[in-house]
């Protein structure tokens, strides 16, 4: 089977840097990625690893290492907008394409 | 990017009744797509995978034959939700993977309330 953790809540100010951890256990596995949910949306992409290391998109940062099982989501320059449910989620297992997603992140941004 | 869409972004029907939710893949053909449920305030729970010309695949815990997955065509994959019932009231998301391999596309949703 298949099972992530990571924090339920998280709060930080706007402006400030925000790291959000993921811990994986899996059956099979080609990558952790990360999505960003608001309110009553649906899943946006924000980041994939593949492999060890940090990947760099923007505001967005996101590493992994697969020897840990372990990855984390940075979150740098935070705004207001930022304040939603983020995800950490794997590919994996019987099936390539298929998503298990950790229970998610609440991070709220205050002034 | 590509873009994934469903029909209807909300329903609302009465216990006991089907309703069925379409999920297309607007400029890139899909051979497989996948439905997910998700509950208020929790993550999202795969419940199937929708595989073009052969039967769809069930997560452990799903009835099959309470949530019934055609996929049509290339482009289409319907979810019915048969004799639904309030606790069947959840949000329902499908998603296609794209090309590359972190690509998955997810639609925008479908909020259904069972009465």
């Known amino acids: 089977g298949q099972s992530l953790e990571q924090p339920s809540e998280v709060t930080a100010v706007e402006g400030a840097i925000v790291q959000i951890n993921c811990t994986y256990q899996?059956?099979?596995?080609?990558?952790l990625s990360w999505y960003q949910q608001h309110d009553g949306g649906a899943p946006t992409f924000l980041s994939y690893?593949?492999?060890?290391g940090l990947e760099e998109t923007g505001r967005f940062s996101s590493f992994l290492s697969r020897s840990d099982s372990y990855g984390y989501l940075l979150l740098q320059e935070l705004q207001m907008k930022d304040s939603a449910s983020y995800f950490c989620?794997?590919?994996?297992?019987?099936?390539?394409?298929?998503?298990?997603f950790g229970q998610g992140t609440i991070l709220t941004v205050h002034p | 990017g590509a873009v994934v869409s469903q029909h209807p972004s909300r329903v609302i029907c009465k216990s006991g009744t089907s309703v069925k939710i379409e999920c297309r893949s607007l400029?890139?053909?899909?051979?497989?797509m996948f439905w997910y449920r998700q509950f208020p305030k929790q993550s999202l729970m795969l419940m199937a995978t929708?595989?073009?010309?052969?039967?769809?695949?069930?997560e452990q815990g799903v009835e099959k034959d309470k949530f019934l997955i055609n996929h049509a065509s290339l482009t289409l994959s319907t979810l019915t939700v048969t004799s639904a019932h309030p606790e069947d009231s959840s949000f329902y998301i499908c998603?296609?993977?794209?090309?590359?391999?972190?690509?998955?596309?997810f639609g925008p949703g479908t909020r259904l309330t069972v009465l």
């Open positions: 929708s595989n073009e010309g052969s039967k769809a695949t069930y």
């Open positions: 690893n593949a492999l060890d």
């Open positions: 899996t059956s099979g596995f080609y990558g």
């Open positions: 998603s296609a993977p794209g090309r590359e391999d972190n690509e998955q596309f």
């Open positions: 400029d890139f053909q899909a051979t497989t």
């Open positions: 989620a794997v590919a994996g297992g019987t099936s390539y394409g298929k998503l298990t």
